[in-house]
């Protein structure tokens, strides 16, 4: 394939990114070099928690604890400030992190994940590893947003460990995202969505109006992880979307071309048969 070809292999397209504003712009520039349209309409914006005293309460007596655990990147970002506003980081805590994206935000600030999954980026990988079973006895604490899942810390408690939670942010939809989406749904201008979190399909379905609510689950979706399409087939969705083989930007891009092969050459068998 030619440099032109692979720029404009998805060229016509419409792709919406539903990510954070201030953090979608890697995975917009990728789309654009496919020759797509990436259309930004956050379902997602990270604020500062309403009370972050239980949060500063924990991190005052860090250095009792023996791991560290970051949920997301924004939890490394949140985090950071925090614990660099009361003192730094201890010496001697371990870091450990789900996803590529969070080890990354870790090496911005001169921090080093010394636990972190290398293919499926979830929870769930990250019990799975040798380091995360030999926890009895010693003390967690997991840096997160608002509420979440409590996979990880029930786990961890299961095996031993004692296990704090400091939330260090929260999570709303932001502000003109409503009228943004409606309006693209009314218009027909949306030919793939890509979703990065539960929170965020939640919320783009909260964002729809009713009069649009059957358009938006007739979108095929691009997502990062099979907890997240197993939702939006519970919310409605009407196809079955397409998991990235990577939790990355570039997993999603590479999910959107696959997808594009795959309609085009079903487009392609329909106009024969005809």
């Known amino acids: ?10 060229a016509n397209l419409c792709i919406l990114v539903t990510r954070p504003q201030g953090q979608a712009q890697a995975l917009c520039r990728l789309i654009a070099e496919t020759g797509a349209r990436a259309v930004l309409i956050p379902a997602l914006e990270i604020r500062p928690i309403v009370d972050i005293g239980p949060a500063k309460a924990l991190v005052d007596r860090l250095e009792e604890f023996d791991l560290a655990i970051f949920i997301s990147a924004n939890a490394v970002e949140r985090a950071n400030d925090l614990v660099k506003s009361l003192g730094g980081w ?9 996803g590529k994206r969070s080890a990354d935000a870790l090496v911005k600030h001169g921090l080093y994940a010394d636990i972190c999954p ?12 040798e380091e995360m079973w030999q926890v009895s006895g010693k ?7 608002e509420g979440g899942r409590e996979l990880l810390a029930d786990t961890l408690r299961e095996r ?9 942010y929260c999570r709303a939809i932001p502000a003109g995202s409503r009228e943004q989406l409606n309006h693209a749904l009314q218009e027909g201008d949306i030919d793939i969505i890509t979703v990065s979190s539960n929170e965020g399909m939640q919320n783009l379905y909260q964002m729809t109006d ?4 059957d358009k938006l689950l007739h979108v095929p979706l691009v997502v990062m992880s099979h907890r997240t399409a197993l939702f939006a087939g519970k919310l409605g969705f009407t196809q079955s979307p397409i998991i990235a ?5 570039e997993g999603l891009v590479a999910a959107i071309e696959a997808w594009y092969g795959s309609h085009k050459n079903e487009s392609s068998r329909g106009v024969i048969h005809e």
Not at 1 to 10: H, Y
Not at 90 to 98: E, F, N
Not at 160 to 168: D, H, I, L, M, R
């Open 245 to 249: 083989s990577q939790s990355s930007d």
């Open 160 to 168: 031993g460990a004692t296990v704090s939670y400091a939330e260090v």
């Open 90 to 98: 201890p010496q001697g805590l371990q870091l450990a992190v789900i």
């Open 139 to 145: 003390k967690i604490i997991i840096f997160r947003g």
């Open 210 to 213: 009713a009069e649009n609510r």
């Open 118 to 129: 290398q293919q499926t980026y979830n929870s769930e990988s990250l019990l799975t590893l």
């Open 1 to 10: 394939m030619t440099d032109e070809s692979k720029c404009n292999q998805l």
